[in-house]
Structures are given as C-alpha cells and as structure tokens.
C-alpha cells in the first residue's frame, strides 16, 4: 500500500503556506516530518481564500516528489468579503450561492484545479449557512414551488447539489476529464443537512468520498463530539458507499492532551480506513504530538496486521436524520460495539435504533418485519419510542411515554433469573419513567428512589427474535455515571461475535470478523489502571497481540469463557480468540 502495511499516510498542505513557502522552508519541514513520519501523500491545496500562484505549486510539487509523496490537490471553499461590500450573514467566509461573483470565483478555483490535478479533495467548509437577503429570498421561493412550510433544510440540500455539479465537478473536469474529486464530509453528522451536505445526492456526483474523524477535546470546545465517533462515522460512510470512504482526516486543534490527539488515530485506524489523513501539515510542524503519532502509527500498523473487519450492534441512521445525537457514541464509550449505516440493517443479528432512525417514515413496520423474520435481537431507546408515539407501534411492546422522569442513584439488576444485585452509582442521573405493564414486558435493569422502580433495560419478545428498549439519561455523559453492573448486564444483553464487557464505564470493545477484540479504556477523569473481564461464548483462550501472550480463562460459565484483563488508560491490546 505505501509506507505502512494497512493504510496510506497523508497529510494536507493549505494554500496560505503554497503561496508563500520557498523551496529551502518546505525542505527544512520535511526533514521534521520525515524524521518521525513515514508520508506517503500530501494534498496541495492552491485555493483557502487566496490563490497560490502555478509557480508555488509545482515547486511545491517538484519538492514533495522527490522525497517519493504522491500529490494531490485540495480545495476550500471560503472566500473573503470584497474590499468595500457589506458582509453576508455567514460563518467562517464560506460562499453565498446566491452571489454571481462568489460563484464565478469557484469555478475559476476548480477548473484551475482540475487543470494541475488528477486528483482533488473538497475540504468540509462545502456548506452553506448564509442567510443574507438574497438567500432568504431563494429559500422562500423553492419552498414556496415546492409546497415547503418552513426551514432551510430542503432549499440548501437542492442547492449545494446543484453547486457540486454545476461549480466544482462540472468546471474541473471540463479543464481535465481524468480529475477525479472527493469530498470530505465533517464530523458533525447530525447537522448535514441544515447546512447543505447531502450525502444522499452527492455520493451520486463524487468520484470518492472522505470521513472528518475529528473529535478534539469534548468538553471545552463547540461540538462536544464522543471520541467513539472517530469509529463510528467511518463504519457508517463505509457502510453507505462500500469501497469509497477515501479515509480518515483528524487534526491536533483543540487538543489540549497529548492521548486526546492520539485517541483520533487510535480509533480511526480500528475502524480498518484505506487512508490516514494528518491535517495540517503546518500545524504539526513542530509539534510534540508528531514524534508520538509516528511511534503509535507503527504499533497500530502492526495491530493490523491482526484485525478483520469491524462487527458491531448496527446503528441505523437514515440520510438526513437528527434526533438524540451522538446517543450511539456514548454507547460505544461504554462498551456497546456499534457500528452505523444509513440502510435499514435488516439482515443483521444486533441493531440499534435511535431517535434518528425515527426520521424514516416507515420504521415501525421495518422494525416490526425484523422482529418477525430475522430472530435477532433490536435494541430501541427510550428517544425512538418517543418519535413513534403515533405510529402504532403497540404491536411490539406495552411500553408506554407519559412525559415523566426519574432522577436516582440506586439500580436493581437481575444477573440471573433468580438472583438480583442492587448497586449504587457515584451521582444521581435523570432518566424517562418508561411505563409498561408487568409480566408482558420484563425489566432486567431498574433505578430505584424510595419504594418505586422504573426500568432501564426492558425486554419484550416477539416471534424468535427479542427486542430491548434502554431508557436514555437526560445528559448522554450520564452513562457514564452507571454502576459497573448495570452496563455490564445491559453488555451482556447484546454480544456481538460471542463477547462481551464486564466492568466499567469509558472503555471501548471493539469487535472483528476474524475472531480479534480490541480493548481501549479512555484517557479521561477517574479512568483508573483497573481488572475487566471478557466473556466470549465458545472461546478457550485469548492470545495477546503483539506479545503474543497465551491467556487462559479466569473460569467457565456454560460455553463462555471469561478472561480477567488488565485495562490501562491510553493502551489498546487486540486479543486473538482460540477456539
């Protein structure tokens, strides 16, 4: 593939540094770099606002060629006000498409870049949120032609469709009919379609598309992103155009703990990306973070070497659906492996439907087809029930919403059918009151306040397939306030290849088809060195990679085998099972 066995290593070159670096400056940072990295690609970009002149280019390029980096372009779509004019109502400079001029300008940068480049990439400033007279104008008249209500969602995803095919795609490849363009889709999926990205249309248009796996620090910053999607997003871009998803792009912004940025490498890799993408390259110049990366890139390379392709529980999310967002990540900071994917995943054994999976129209009756056919397990949380209050859904369970909520620290756990645990979480956490009638449907997981008890994992079977609902806490963090016992039977509810976690909170399991679990405890507030265990049903030991240390059960429970493993925050270990 390149320099490293299971991915390509890139980096992104913006164009305020194309115009302006010499020759003997990019040979002095590419002595940095190629001290702790092994580059493969770059893309160059000639256009961020301002153009890079051709002469910077094809320095720039002569200079990465010699050193063996394959060059491709980039392309951002920001553009500054013109000296004299009013500013628009938009953020970050991205284009009005809705201004004559701004619009001439991106087709002069494509087919300019297009003219020097086989191969560009669209970096994820391709939106819109312009709201300047002008385009409130054109959303009023296509909502109008088009029977529209309100909003921006309709009249901006039509709109940035007609803008890739009409201002980037069709200028580029006029000026070069070989150019082939990716577009990055950004870390914020739940947004798309407000701002215009519009996957549903554009994967028709694009030669490629790319993943933002970029989740900084959660807390301090505007997204407050769970590093879990660093995984998750890539299994769901794979997942929507099998073959296509170019990479995984993350960056060292907001980043204020070395394992933070690393975290973003870790999790993207797992997720088995064709491409790692170091964005940006002037950024990391420099930088602290690079000789660790280098050093990690080499370890997860070799971790590779022993990894399938992902499992998980399958996280329908349709195009353009919004509701409890992010909730599928902080299952996955907890232990559930999830994976995503834009499809109805009809013919899976685990999936999970969230409040987004609600947006599409006819999921009660796909939910209810599964439950009748597939004889797998459906896990539905509290959020989706809420969407679909009208839809009658009260053929699969007699759980029922009334609007109310329970805040508690104390939990009811059944282990067994016969024994019952009763944990204590370190805070009160508030969850929805899911009504529903004893003995039809089955609580395996109850919060307590007082004398009463509401249930937290309910279980209703239906044909030979089971379906679990998870009552979802107010604040999604609050997961992780859940007493060990309880995410453990909650874990224990939905194995995916045989395993599943017992033990804590912010841990990650991943899953692989080729019998390989991946364990990853986060860096994070009161994450401690801590003893976890793993059962695995058929399993008679695990073999630690890349030590290849023998592990043999701890005990048997029927045909699980359970693995006591030691979990040290920032230290991920691949564990092959031996059957």
Not at 79 to 94: D, M, V
Not at 121 to 136: E, Q, W, Y
Not at 520 to 538: A, F, I, T, W
Request: aromatic share 12%; hydrophobic share 35%; glycine share 6%.
């Amino acid at each position: 593939m390149g320099n490293y066995r299971h991915f390509t290593l890139a980096t992104y070159f913006v164009a305020h540094a194309a115009a302006r670096v010499t020759q003997q400056e990019l040979e002095d940072q590419l002595s940095f770099m190629e001290k702790h990295l092994r580059l493969d690609k770059v893309y160059l970009e000639p256009w961020r606002g301002e153009m890079a002149s051709h002469e910077q280019i094809e320095m720039c390029r002569e200079v990465f060629h010699r050193h063996g980096i394959q060059v491709a372009g980039g392309l951002t779509t920001i553009i500054p006000t013109p000296e004299g004019e009013k500013p628009k109502q938009r953020l970050f400079n991205t284009f009005c498409y809705n201004d004559p001029a701004m619009r001439q300008k991106l087709k002069e940068v494509s087919a300019f870049i297009g003219e020097h480049f086989d191969e560009f990439i669209i970096d994820d400033f391709f939106f819109t949120n312009c709201a300047c007279p002008d385009c409130v104008r054109a959303r009023d008249a296509f909502n109008r032609q088009h029977g529209i209500r309100a909003g921006w969602q309709q009249y901006r995803l039509d709109l940035l469709r007609r803008i890739s095919q009409e201002d980037i795609i069709g200028p580029a490849k006029a000026a070069n009919p070989h150019c082939r363009i990716t577009i990055k889709y950004p870390n914020w999926a739940e947004s798309y379609q407000e701002t215009g990205y519009n996957p549903t249309e554009q994967r028709k248009l694009f030669d490629m598309l790319y993943t933002g796996t970029e989740t900084r620090d959660p807390v301090t910053t505007d997204q407050h992103l769970p590093r879990y999607l660093s995984f998750s997003l890539m299994t769901y871009f794979e997942n929507m155009w099998p073959d296509h998803n170019g990479g995984g792009w993350f960056d060292n912004f907001d980043t204020h703990i070395t394992e933070h940025y690393l975290e973003q490498a870790y999790l993207t890799a797992f997720s088995k990306p064709k491409e790692m993408m170091l964005f940006c390259f002037q950024s990391l110049m420099d930088h602290m973070y690079v000789p660790a990366l280098g050093f990690q890139l080499d370890k997860l390379d070799a971790l590779l070497d022993h990894a399938g392709k992902p499992l998980g529980i399958a996280c329908y999310l349709p195009d353009n659906s919004q509701g409890e967002d992010n909730v599928q990540d902080f299952l996955g900071m907890v232990g559930l492996p999830v994976v995503c994917t834009p499809y109805f995943p009809m013919n899976e054994e685990k999936i999970l439907l969230t409040r987004s999976s609600a947006c599409d129209p006819d999921i009660v009756g796909k939910l209810e087809t599964y439950l009748a056919t597939q004889g797998g397990t459906a896990l539905v949380t509290s959020g989706f029930w809420a969407a679909v209050q009208e839809r009658g859904y009260e053929n699969l369970t007699s759980i029922r919403l009334r609007n109310r909520t329970i805040t508690a620290d104390h939990y009811r756990v059944e282990e067994t059918e016969n024994i019952c645990v009763f944990p204590v979480g370190s805070k009160p956490i508030t969850l929805p009151v899911l009504e529903f009638r004893n003995n039809s449907t089955w609580a395996l997981v109850k919060a307590a306040h007082d004398e009463e008890s509401y249930g937290i994992l309910l279980r209703d079977g239906y044909a030979d397939s089971q379906l679990l609902t998870l009552a979802v806490p107010d604040a999604f963090p609050d997961f992780y306030r859940l007493p060990a016992p309880v995410l453990s039977r909650i874990r224990k509810a939905l194995p995916v290849g045989g395993a599943w976690l017992e033990g804590g909170a912010r841990i990650s399991l991943f899953v692989y088809d080729n019998d390989a679990v991946i364990l990853y405890p986060y860096v994070m507030e009161g994450v401690q060195r801590s003893r976890v265990r793993l059962h695995v049903k058929g399993a008679k030991a695990l073999l630690a990679q890349p030590n290849e240390k023998l592990i043999q059960p701890l005990y048997n429970e029927g045909d699980e085998a359970v693995f006591e493993l030691i979990a040290l925050p920032g230290k991920y270990t691949l564990y092959q099972i031996q059957r």
